[in-house]
């Protein structure tokens, strides 16, 4: 491996830059780009395993934070989407949402769909707080899970 690349390695490893490029990953895997910030969770606490807490709140928030871009974003395209979707499909899908409320935003873990949904509970209009709660919840259990199994089959 290049020398360069060791050096960065090594830097984003230390606790005060691995939580903060972890925050930047977690927060764009939940906006609709397709990036997973897992595999840097996963990378940190094997390097740090000492600041596991630290490591599932940073990437909890920094994940909410980009779920509720995503909901904010859907809320200001409301307008737009309204003009050219409306078929059977669509509305069905739009009156599960509206009829599981902010509840839905729970899901906002799953990949594929999950940041979408933030995106769609914004345009629906759903209660703000309500759905940045349940996506916290949601998106804190995913990485608790993931983390736990990963480091479990992968030990020292």
């Known amino acids: 491996m290049p020398a360069w690349m060791e050096t960065l390695f090594a830097l984003l490893a230390l606790p005060q830059y691995g939580l903060s490029t972890l925050f930047v990953a ?7 780009l397709p990036v997973g910030s897992e595999p840097v969770l996963f990378g940190l606490l094997k390097l ?20 509720m871009l995503d909901w904010w974003m859907g809320y200001g395209a409301h307008r737009v989407a309204d003009k050219y979707s409306h078929s059977h499909a669509h509305l069905k899908a739009l009156d599960a949402l509206e009829r599981m409320g902010p509840k839905a935003c729970l899901l906002a873990w799953l990949p594929i769909v999950g940041d979408p949904l933030c995106a769609v509970a914004g345009w629906l209009r759903l209660p703000f707080w309500p759905c940045v709660g349940y996506m916290l919840v949601g998106k804190f259990l995913r990485y608790l899970a993931m983390t736990t199994v990963l480091l479990w089959f992968f030990p020292q």
Do not use: E, Q, R
């Open 26 to 32: 977690a927060f764009i895997s939940a906006t609709l």
């Open 48 to 67: 740090n395993p000492d600041i596991f807490w630290a490591a599932m709140a940073v990437a909890t928030a920094g994940n909410t934070l980009g779920g």
